[in-house]
C-alpha cells in the first residue's frame, strides 16, 4: 500500500503542465481578468464585442511573446488594478483568502477535538460495561458467527 | 380577457389572511387551542387561494397583453411565443417575488393540510409559515406590487430579455424557487420543535420529504441553470461563480450538509442542535439568495431587475437569523444529547468529516460572494472575486468530499477494525490507481484531472462495491438473478441505495468537471469559405444564411466540422438580432458526445456575411447532464420511500391559567 501511494504522489508530482501556446494562454489570461465591458464577468466570459476585440488583443501580445506578467501588468495599467479577477493575497486582500483556509483548518480541529472526546466519554463507559457483563461474556462457535455474518447481510442490504 | 384587476384585490385579502392566520395560530400554539390553531391553519389556507387568484391574474394578464400592466409591458410582448409569456412571470422581480410567494403559501398549506403532531406544534408551523407568507405580501402590495397601473397604455410591451428566451429558462426558475421556498417547511417545523421544546427526532420524520423535495428541486434547478449557461452564453462553460449562482449554491451546500447529519441524530441521537442551526442557516441563505438576486446589491447578469427591495429584505433576514440563533440558545439545555463516537474510524466521524467540509464550503462561497460588498463598505473602494478565487478555494474542498462520498459507506457504523477497513478500501484503491496510471501512461499532464480521476475512480467503484453486496445477499436468499437482485436491494431499502445512486450521479458530475482542464478554445474571424482549427477539428464556415421571424432576424452560419479529412458534424450557430429590443444574441450550436463537446458560437457577423467564431472542444462535459439525470433517478427513489410516521404525541400538560382567565 506504501509503494503504491508513493508512486501514484510521484506521478502526480511530475504530471506537469505542457507549455501553453500563445491562444491558450490568452484563453488563461482572459479567465483571470474582469471584463471592463460586462459587470462582474469576467473577460473570458463576456459576449461583447469590445470584450472580443480586447481578447484579440491578448492573444496578439501573446503571439508577440509577451510574459503572462507583463500581459497583466499592461492590463492592470489600462484599466486599473480592479480587473484582476481575484484580490491580491496581501494587505485588505489577505483577509479574502485566509479566512476560508482558516475555516476549514479550524473547522476540521474542532471537528477532530469533539470527535476524540466523544471517542474517549465511549471508551470510559465501555470499559465500565466490560467489568459489569465479563461474567455473562459468551463463546461464540464458528456456526453461530456465519449465521450471524449472513443475518447482518441481510440487515445491511434492506431485506 | 384579462384577470388583472383582480390581482391586487386578491393580495388585500390574502394578507388579511395570513395576519388572522398568524394571530389565531399564535393564540393557538400559546393556550394549546385546538379550534383556534385549525382557525389559524383555515385561514393560512384561504390566503393561500387568494395568493393563487392573484398569481393567476398576472398569468393571464401577460397571455391577454394587459399593457396597462406595468410589468406586463416591461417583461412580454405581443410576439413572444407562449412559452416565454409565461417565463415572464418570473422575469422580473415583482413576478418571480410573485411567484415565489404563491409556491410559499401552496407548500404551506399542503405541509399542514394533515392533523398531525401536537396543537402547539402545528400552530407554531403555521405562525411561522403565515409570518414568512405575510412577509413577501408586504413586499408585493408596496415596494414590489406587479399590478402597478400604468397612466399611458402602450400598444405594445418591451418584451422578454433574450437571454431568458431559452427553454431551460422555462424550467430553471421554477425548480430554483421551489428549492428555496420549499426549505421553509423543514425551517418551521424545526422552529415549531424548539418553541414547543418537541426536540425528539420527528419534527425531522414529519419534514424529511420535504427536506427531500426541496433539496431535490435545487439541485435540479442549478445545474439546469448550468446548461441554460452553456448552451445561451456562448462562453463554453457551464458555471461561473457568478454571485446568483452562488446564492443557489450556499443553501444547497448546508442542506446537503443537514441531509447528512440529519442521519445521525436519527440514529445515534446526537447533533441536534446542529440539525437545527443547519436548516436555519439553509433558510437564511435561501432568502439571502433571493436578496442578492432581486435588491441589485451585486452587478451581474442575472440581475436583470433592481429594485428598492433591500432594505426591506434586511431586517426579514436579521430577524430570522437573530430569532433562530436566539431560540436555539434558548433551548440548549433542552437540546443536549449525549454525544459518544466508539471509535474514530466509523461511519460516524466519517459524517463529521463531511459536516465540516460542506461547511466550509458554504462559508468559503459565502465569503467570496460578499467580500466586494464588505470591501466597498469598510474601504471604498471594490474589488473583484472572480471564478479563480472559487476555484483555488472550493476545489480542493470538493475532492474531499468526492473521497469522503467513497469512503463513508465503506465504514461500519459504531466501529471497524483497521483489518476490515483495509479489506474493504483495497478494490476501490486499486481502482482509484489505475484511474491515475491510465491517463498518465497517456499523456496526461493536469495534476488537478488525475487527482479528480482517482478519486472518481475509487467512489465509484466503492458504491458499485456496496450494490454488489447488497444484491449478493438476496440473490443468495432468494435464488434471483443479478438484475432481480438488484431491483430488490434498491426497493427495500431505497433510502441508501437512493442516495448511493445520487452519489453515483455527483460522481459522474465531478468526472464532466475534471474534463473543463482538457478544453481547447479558440477564436478566428472567418470569411465565408474559410476554415480554422480546434482541437482535432478543422471547421469550414461554408455559408450564411438569413431568416426571419416575428420576433427576431435569424443570421445562421453554416460550419462543417472535419477530423482526418472526413466531416463529422454540421453545426449551424446563428446571430439573431431581436426587433423589440433591438439586441443581438448568439445561439449556440454543439455536438455532443461522452468522449467530447464540439461547441461553435458566432460573436459577430460583418455586413459582408464573415463571422467571427469562437470554437470549444469540451472534454467529458456530457457526463455532467449524464450525472445529474442519474442523480435525479436517485431522488425520485428517495421520494418514493414511504414517510416515516412520528412518533405519537404525548398527553398535553397541564395548562397553566392565568388567574383572570381562572375566575
Redesign the interface.
Known amino acids: 500500500?506504501k509503494h503504491?501511494s508513493v508512486?501514484?504522489f510521484l506521478?502526480?508530482?511530475i504530471?506537469?503542465?505542457?507549455i501553453a501556446a500563445p491562444?491558450?494562454m490568452a484563453?488563461d489570461i482572459a479567465?483571470?481578468i474582469?471584463s471592463p465591458y460586462?459587470?462582474?464577468?469576467?473577460l473570458?466570459?463576456?459576449?461583447s464585442?469590445e470584450a472580443?476585440q480586447l481578447?484579440?488583443r491578448i492573444?496578439g501580445w501573446a503571439e508577440a511573446g509577451w510574459s503572462k506578467a507583463r500581459i497583466m501588468a499592461q492590463l492592470e495599467s489600462e484599466f486599473g488594478s480592479?480587473?484582476?479577477?481575484?484580490?491580491t493575497p496581501e494587505g485588505?486582500?489577505l483577509t479574502?483568502?485566509a479566512?476560508?483556509?482558516l475555516?476549514?483548518l479550524l473547522?476540521?480541529l474542532?471537528?477532530a477535538l469533539?470527535?476524540?472526546r466523544?471517542?474517549e466519554?465511549?471508551d470510559g463507559?465501555?470499559q465500565l460495561g466490560a467489568t459489569a457483563t465479563a461474567a455473562d461474556a459468551v463463546t461464540m462457535t464458528a456456526e453461530d458467527r456465519r449465521r450471524l455474518d449472513a443475518e447482518l447481510?441481510?440487515l445491511?442490504?434492506?431485506? | 380577457m384579462s384577470l388583472g384587476g383582480l390581482g391586487r384585490p386578491a393580495l388585500v385579502a390574502a394578507f388579511f389572511l395570513m395576519a388572522l392566520a398568524v394571530g389565531f395560530s399564535l393564540w393557538g400554539a400559546l393556550r394549546r387551542k385546538n379550534a383556534a390553531a385549525e382557525a389559524g391553519r383555515r385561514a393560512l389556507t384561504a390566503g393561500a387561494g387568494f395568493v393563487g387568484v392573484a398569481g393567476l391574474a398576472l398569468v393571464s394578464a401577460l397571455f391577454a397583453h394587459d399593457f396597462s400592466l406595468e410589468y406586463v409591458t416591461n417583461y412580454s410582448s405581443r410576439a413572444l411565443s407562449r412559452g416565454y409569456t409565461m417565463a415572464a412571470l418570473w422575469g422580473g422581480m415583482e413576478g418571480s417575488l410573485l411567484f415565489w410567494t404563491v409556491l410559499l403559501t401552496l407548500f404551506a398549506a399542503l405541509a399542514l393540510r394533515r392533523p398531525g403532531g401536537t396543537t402547539s406544534m402545528r400552530g407554531w408551523a403555521t405562525v411561522v409559515l403565515s409570518g414568512i407568507s405575510l412577509f413577501f405580501l408586504l413586499l408585493l402590495l408596496f415596494p414590489a406590487n406587479p399590478f402597478r397601473v400604468l397612466a399611458d397604455v402602450p400598444a405594445d410591451g418591451n418584451g422578454l430579455n433574450p437571454l431568458l428566451q431559452s427553454p431551460g429558462m422555462l424550467i430553471h426558475p421554477p425548480l430554483l424557487y421551489t428549492g428555496f421556498v420549499a426549505f421553509s417547511v423543514p425551517f418551521a417545523f424545526g422552529m415549531a420543535a424548539l418553541a414547543t421544546k418537541r426536540l425528539d427526532g420527528n419534527w425531522l420524520k414529519q419534514t424529511r420529504r420535504w427536506t427531500l423535495f426541496a433539496w431535490s428541486a435545487l439541485s435540479i434547478g442549478i445545474v439546469l441553470g448550468g446548461a441554460w449557461a452553456y448552451t445561451e452564453l456562448g462562453w463554453g462553460g457551464y458555471w461561473a461563480w457568478d454571485p446568483v449562482e452562488n446564492a443557489s449554491f450556499m443553501p444547497w451546500l448546508t442542506a446537503t450538509a443537514y441531509l447528512h447529519s440529519v442521519v445521525i441524530q436519527e440514529k445515534r441521537g446526537m447533533f441536534k442542535v446542529w440539525n437545527l442551526s443547519l436548516i436555519l442557516a439553509t433558510y437564511v441563505l435561501a432568502v439571502f439568495g433571493t436578496f442578492l438576486t432581486r435588491s441589485g446589491i451585486l452587478s451581474s447578469i442575472h440581475t436583470f431587475t433592481e429594485g428598492p427591495i433591500g432594505r426591506w429584505f434586511l431586517p426579514f433576514l436579521a430577524a430570522m437569523l437573530i430569532g433562530g440563533l436566539a431560540m436555539i440558545a434558548s433551548r440548549l439545555d433542552a437540546l443536549k444529547s449525549k454525544n459518544s463516537f466508539d471509535s474514530l474510524l466509523s461511519r460516524e466521524s466519517a459524517f463529521l468529516a463531511n459536516n465540516v467540509l460542506f461547511l466550509a464550503a458554504a462559508f468559503a462561497v459565502l465569503w467570496g460572494t460578499i467580500y466586494p460588498i464588505l470591501m466597498e463598505a469598510v474601504s471604498g473602494v471594490r474589488v473583484a472575486v472572480g471564478p479563480p478565487f472559487f476555484n483555488s478555494v472550493f476545489i480542493p474542498i470538493g475532492l474531499a468530499l468526492i473521497g469522503l462520498t467513497g469512503l463513508g459507506p465503506l465504514i461500519a457504523w459504531r466501529r471497524m477494525n483497521k483489518k476490515a477497513f483495509f479489506r474493504m478500501v483495497r478494490v476501490p484503491l486499486i481502482a482509484g490507481a489505475v484511474a491515475v496510471v491510465a491517463p498518465a501512461a497517456a499523456g496526461v499532464r493536469s495534476t488537478g484531472a488525475l487527482i479528480a480521476f482517482a478519486l472518481c475512480a475509487f467512489t465509484f467503484t466503492a458504491i458499485i462495491g456496496e450494490f454488489v453486496r447488497g444484491s449478493r445477499v438476496h440473490r443468495s436468499r432468494e435464488q434471483l438473478g443479478w438484475a432481480s437482485a438488484l431491483g430488490r436491494a434498491l426497493m427495500r431499502n431505497r433510502r441508501r441505495y437512493g442516495g448511493y445512486v445520487v452519489h453515483l450521479g455527483v460522481v459522474l458530475i465531478v468526472l464532466g468537471f475534471a474534463g473543463s482542464a482538457f478544453r481547447v478554445e479558440r477564436s478566428a474571424h472567418l470569411a465565408q469559405g474559410q476554415a480554422m482549427q480546434v482541437g482535432d477539428y478543422t471547421l469550414r464556415y461554408e455559408r450564411l444564411t438569413r431568416g426571419d421571424t416575428p420576433e427576431k432576424q435569424i443570421f445562421q452560419a453554416n460550419i462543417s466540422a472535419s477530423r482526418g479529412g472526413e466531416v463529422v458534424e454540421t453545426l449551424e450557430p446563428q446571430r439573431n438580432l431581436h426587433k423589440v429590443q433591438q439586441q443581438f444574441q448568439s445561439e449556440v450550436a454543439i455536438a455532443t458526445g461522452p468522449v467530447e463537446d464540439l461547441y461553435v458560437v458566432v460573436t459577430a457577423i460583418d455586413p459582408d456575411g464573415a463571422a467571427s467564431v469562437r470554437a470549444f472542444v469540451n472534454p467529458l462535459t456530457w457526463w455532467i447532464w449524464m450525472g445529474a439525470a442519474l442523480m435525479a433517478v436517485g431522488m425520485s427513489v428517495l421520494l418514493s420511500e414511504r414517510p416515516a410516521r412520528p412518533a405519537p404525541a404525548p398527553a398535553p400538560a397541564p395548562v397553566r391559567r392565568p388567574a383572570v382567565a381562572a375566575r
Open positions: 500500500m503504491l508512486a501514484l506521478m502526480l508530482a504530471a506537469a503542465p505542457a491562444e491558450d484563453n479567465a483571470e474582469m460586462c459587470p462582474g464577468v469576467t473570458h466570459d463576456c459576449p464585442a472580443d481578447r484579440a492573444t480592479t480587473i484582476r479577477a481575484t484580490p485588505g486582500g479574502a483568502w479566512l476560508p483556509l475555516a476549514v473547522g476540521s474542532l471537528a469533539l470527535a476524540r466523544w471517542t466519554a465511549s463507559e465501555r447481510g441481510v445491511r442490504s434492506g431485506g
